[in-house]
């Protein structure tokens, strides 16, 4: 049943005097049920109730209520807000007729009348509740309360029976059956497991047998003896008598999962631009909860807490240009994220498809935050700006002015192609295209020129190499992967391309120096210096040089003034860079030069920390080894 029809039912319930009787909302854990009774429900039902009975709603949760008598006291706690209320001339009941009704809330009772009516006996405080009809119970959580069901339904049959109020249950049904037959059995298993008891008949043999082979009983023989003793649908009938007893009517509660998370988004989110995002985004948090199979709204409103906090985040990093595809990028992970923490999700087994998941990129710094709570933003940063290099940079669209004429130039007139230069040229000069694009923009550009239209290649080179000084997203051109038609154009170009790629190579290298010299300022400056050699993907096959425009002295001030600790991860990522073990074949003479300009200016004997002293000797007998295998081969 939809929300509007539930209500209506139970508009209908309220009113109905035929016979007593409780109702039951019944749905799974998750699916907005509490949400509509606070929400919507109480709000319905109090609107009624101006016009008719005037009768208010009681909300009891019964999460974790161990007996009957703490079910009272949490009725009991209810009516805390209205004990001000009462006065001496509110009615006057017996002092017996009190303790008989709702007895063992007593002490509860009166600890509210020594904070709030110390002159105002207990009688007085409870007169009113004695018309417990004057009110409409909503009892929640039923599922999760620790007493036995049937002595929790006994109670509120007599609340309906004999007090005759209007009785509204909340509960995942299904969940009381698993709990109750659990219990059950339990109780059942140590039954079983009582020597005092006379196993006599036709299995009398095979307990015997067991009994002399092995002290110990195996779960399949319990399992034999609890048979013996129980009916297994014993309880489930007991249980089926009394709820066919007190509840006349069950609401499937079967929600509108859109609506309610555009509810929870409104309410929830302070940010209108994020707030107007994830309202656009509903369909999809819909179509996530359907492929996971988790339709759980705690986990919704779980993940609105967490996505905030990241979005805010994602508003200091260096994005400013795809603020909306990267905010987007978030959200969808953000949920997925929660969606698997929450639902205990598992990868397939299956390569296949496990492979098919990891086609969409995925954020560490994300998934660490939703399920531990700790976040750490250098980490987010970074993955950020590798999704817009990778996934937003890498992938132009397919109207692009320079994609089509690179692929439709010749099916095309001359007019048709010099109108989509212009255009893709436009593009180049506010810098639109990244870098790893203009192999190829040149490409096409030499194709054109061929054919006999009018153009410079060095006029678009001059626009790229400005382009490169203006930002730091810079990526080499990979001439393994530039497809050339025509083997003539690549021999054209490839100087062309060549002298692009220095200008990059340049830029990147002040990147470097840049950031290098910045860290070593810092406390942290070693795992800084990792960072950094991560961010600019510098690995064993490529450019390594990240020390040569930093001087001597701003280095060796940095190395004498750190901690064993630091000097010790020092040396290990020179070992990284320079292996010892073999000569690497990559262009880092200039580094290894200016770490001799160090070994030669550092003394070890000024330091007076002796394990310091000792660890920089250590460096000085490395950096030697290095210029060995690097300086002179």
């Known amino acids: 049943m939809n929300e509007q029809q ?22 799974e854990w998750g699916c907005g049920k509490t949400y509509f009774v606070k929400n919507r429900l109480t709000q319905e039902i109090n609107n009624l109730e101006k016009n008719r009975g005037k009768r208010k709603i009681k909300y009891i949760s019964l999460y974790g209520c161990k007996s009957i008598d703490e079910i009272k006291e949490a009725m009991a706690w209810t009516f805390a807000e209205e004990a001000s209320k009462f006065s001496e001339n509110k009615g006057k009941i017996s002092q017996e007729k009190v303790e008989s009704i709702l007895s063992t809330s007593k002490s509860i009772i009166s600890r509210i009348r020594e904070k709030i009516l110390p002159d105002v006996s207990i009688t007085n405080i409870i007169a009113n509740w004695i018309m417990l009809k004057n009110y409409i119970f909503i009892f929640d959580d039923l599922e999760r309360c620790d007493c036995p069901i049937n002595e929790v ?11 005759e109020t209007k009785v509204i249950l909340v509960a995942n049904e299904k969940e009381i059956s698993i709990k109750e037959n659990r219990e059950s059995k339990e ?17 009398e043999n095979i307990f015997e047998q067991n009994k002399r082979i092995n002290s110990k009983i195996n779960s399949s023989e319990l399992e034999k003896r609890r048979e013996l003793l129980f009916q297994n649908d014993e309880y489930d009938n007991a249980y089926k008598k009394i709820r066919e007893k007190l509840i006349g009517v069950t609401l499937h509660y079967d929600p509108d999962i859109k609506i309610i998370c555009e509810k929870i988004i409104g309410n929830g989110v302070e940010n209108n631009t994020l707030k107007n995002e994830l309202l656009n985004y509903s369909d999809m948090f819909c179509n996530y909860m359907e492929q996971y199979s988790h339709n759980n709204l705690r986990t919704f409103q779980f993940f609105i807490s967490k996505v905030s906090y990241l979005v805010k985040k994602m508003e200091q990093a260096s994005i400013k240009d795809y603020e909306i595809e990267v905010r987007k990028y978030i959200i969808e992970e953000t949920f997925i994220c929660a969606i698997e923490y929450k639902s205990n999700y598992q990868e397939p087994s299956e390569e296949w498809e496990r492979a098919l998941i990891k086609v969409r990129p995925r954020m560490l710094s994300v998934k660490m935050y939703v399920e531990t709570g700790q976040f750490i933003y250098k980490n987010f940063n970074k993955e950020l700006n ?24 010749y099916e095309n007139s001359q007019k048709w192609c010099e109108d989509k230069i212009d255009e893709f040229k436009g593009k180049l000069k506010d810098n639109k295209y990244p870098t790893f694009y203009y192999g190829r923009i040149l490409i096409c550009v030499q194709c054109l020129i061929d054919i006999g239209f009018e153009l410079s290649i060095e006029e678009f080179k001059r ?8 930002t730091d997203r810079l990526y080499e051109i990979d001439l393994i992967n530039l497809k050339f038609e025509n083997p003539k154009i690549r021999d054209k170009i490839i100087s062309d391309i060549t002298d692009i790629n220095k200008f990059i190579l340049n830029k990147k290298n002040k990147n470097k120096a840049k950031s290098v010299r910045e860290i070593l300022k810092d406390e942290d400056w070693v795992q800084e210096l990792e960072n950094i050699i991560d961010e600019y993907n510098i690995v064993y096959d490529s450019d390594v040089n990240i020390f040569h425009e930093i001087s001597v002295s701003e280095l060796k001030n940095t190395v004498i003034n750190s901690s064993s600790e630091n000097i010790i991860k020092f040396r290990r990522i020179l070992n990284s860079l ?9 262009n880092c003479l200039d580094d290894v030069v200016l770490l001799k300009e160090l ?13 310091v002293r000792k660890n920089l000797e250590w460096l000085i007998e490395q950096i030697k080894e290095t210029e060995t295998i690097y300086l002179n081969k």
Do not use: T
């Open 386 to 409: 590798k999704y817009v290099d990778e996934q937003i940079l890498n992938n132009i669209d397919s109207q692009d002015p320079l994609n089509l004429l690179s692929n439709y130039y």
């Open 6 to 27: 539930i209500v209506e039912e139970v508009n209908r319930y309220l009113v109905d005097k035929s016979y007593q009787y409780a109702i039951l909302i019944e749905g």
């Open 153 to 163: 339904f006994g109670f509120i049959n007599g609340l309906v029976e004999h007090e």
């Open 599 to 611: 070994r030669e200016n550092i003394d070890p004997q000024e330091i007076n920390d002796l394990i």
């Open 578 to 586: 320079y292996p010892l073990d073999y000569c690497r074949k990559v």
């Open 463 to 470: 626009l790229m190499s400005i382009n490169i000084s203006k």
């Open 187 to 203: 109780m059942q298993y140590m039954v079983a497991l009582n020597e005092n008891i006379d196993w006599s008949g036709e299995r």
